[in-house]
Structure formats: structure tokens, C-alpha cells
């Protein structure tokens, strides 16, 4: 499947990019999205085990990803 | 209860009116504004972003829960992206209740939970030119 994974404020810098396209195995969790968004160029810089939101909530590794789900990684937040 | 994200300047006089009612008698705001040294450094701006939908559904999560413990107490929170400059504010939450107790716990767990949980970014532009994210997982906490 495919999932649009977003990236925000210190990740994109890092990454190059507000987005990517990651195909994953069906079944694959938060783990394994981390996995793949690991070998992106430039993701040296994002710590091992970065915050990410699935369907704008708070995931942990092990939660399962569906086609269509809305990924996003977290950088630590910094509002108020 | 309404919490939103915003490019405006904020109006805290509307936020007050928004809470207000005859039978709240007690109402208390908070502001956070850009302060012009963070870590010893001077800042000249700072410049917000946001997962914007989620930022948005994750203080509304806040102010429901600020709301649940403190029966009667009604919330409403608003905060800026964009570019800031100093002494401008970049979040205003208001809360009013019957009583000064409530309106002032439910404020502080309010601007607390939003600090810590709301995907909200900042980049600080100093006066020698540079600048960064601010990561407030790397300072001590205070």
C-alpha cells in the first residue's frame, strides 16, 4: 500500500521535503513506516524514534497503518 | 469551547466577550508573547507553524478536558502563526466560570497541555542574523 507520509518545521529542513510517498507491505505499522522513512536522504539528522500522528492522534510504533491513513511526523512541539 | 489557529493579530477583548455571562462572575486570560532573549539570546522575531488540522483538534482535546474537571467553566483558546515580533502574542486562552477557582485551574491545565501536546513549531530569528528551531526537549525544564 501506499501511504503520504507529511513532514513539519526541523524535519522538513532536514528532509528537503514537506512529503513522501512510501510504499509499505499491507499490515505494516508506525515501526515499519519509520523504517522506510529512514533510508529517505537527509533522514540522518531525524532521531530514531520521532513522534508521529496517524489520523491526526498520537501513535505509538506499534500501531497498524492502513491505505489512506494521514501520517505525519512530530518534531518536538514548541507552541505558546 | 473553541480553540482555533490563526494569522491574525489576536484580539483578547473578544476572546472575554466570547466567554463572557451574567452568571460567570469570574473570568481570567492568559497571554504568551514573544520575549525579546530566550537562552541568553536576542530575539528580533519568531516565526509559527502548525500541523494546523491536528493543532487544532488537539487543543479543543485540551480545553474539553480542562472543561470535564471543572464543571462549569467554559474555555476558548486561539493561537497565531506566521511571522511574530517581539511583544506580539502568539497565544490568548480565556476561561470564565462562577467562581475565580475554576476559571483559574482550568487556565493554567489549558496553556499547560496545549504547550506540551499541540504540534506547534517555532523558529527563533536572532539579532546577529541566525536562527533555529526551538526544541524544548533540549533545554532544562522549568
Do not use: C
Not at chain 1, 540522518?44 to 497498524?64: D, E, G, H
Not at chain 1, 494521514?70 to 514548541?78: G, N, S, W
Not at chain 2, 462562577?98 to 476559571?103: D, I, L, P, Q, V
Request: hydrophobic share 45%.
Amino acid at each position: 500500500m501506499l501511504i503520504t507520509v507529511r513532514f513539519f518545521a526541523s524535519y522538513a529542513d532536514a528532509l528537503g521535503r514537506k512529503d513522501a510517498q512510501l510504499s509499505l507491505g499491507d499490515g505494516a505499522s508506525v515501526r515499519d513506516l519509520l523504517k522506510s522513512v529512514s533510508d529517505l536522504p537527509g533522514a540522518s539528522a531525524l532521531p530514531a524514534n520521532p513522534l508521529v500522528a496517524v489520523n491526526q492522534v498520537y501513535a505509538v510504533a506499534a500501531t497498524r497503518l492502513n491505505a489512506g491513513d494521514e501520517v505525519a511526523l512530530i518534531p518536538p512541539v514548541a507552541g505558546g | 469551547m473553541r480553540a482555533s489557529i490563526v494569522t491574525h493579530a489576536l484580539d483578547t477583548d473578544a476572546l472575554l466577550r466570547e466567554v463572557a455571562d451574567a452568571r460567570r462572575g469570574a473570568t481570567a486570560l492568559f497571554v504568551g508573547t514573544v520575549r525579546s532573549v530566550n537562552e541568553g539570546r536576542e530575539v528580533t522575531a519568531i516565526e509559527y507553524s502548525a500541523y494546523e488540522s491536528m493543532a487544532e483538534r488537539e487543543m479543543s482535546a485540551v480545553l474539553a478536558e480542562a472543561e470535564a474537571m471543572n464543571e462549569g467553566v467554559v474555555l476558548v483558546a486561539e493561537h497565531r502563526i506566521g511571522r511574530l515580533e517581539v511583544g506580539e502574542a502568539s497565544i490568548a486562552i480565556a476561561a470564565a466560570h462562577e467562581h475565580r477557582g475554576r476559571a483559574l485551574d482550568a487556565l493554567r491545565y489549558a496553556i499547560d497541555e496545549i504547550k506540551k501536546r499541540a504540534p506547534i513549531w517555532k523558529r527563533e530569528l536572532y539579532a546577529d542574523g541566525s536562527e533555529s528551531w526551538v526544541d524544548p526537549t533540549q533545554v532544562a525544564a522549568r
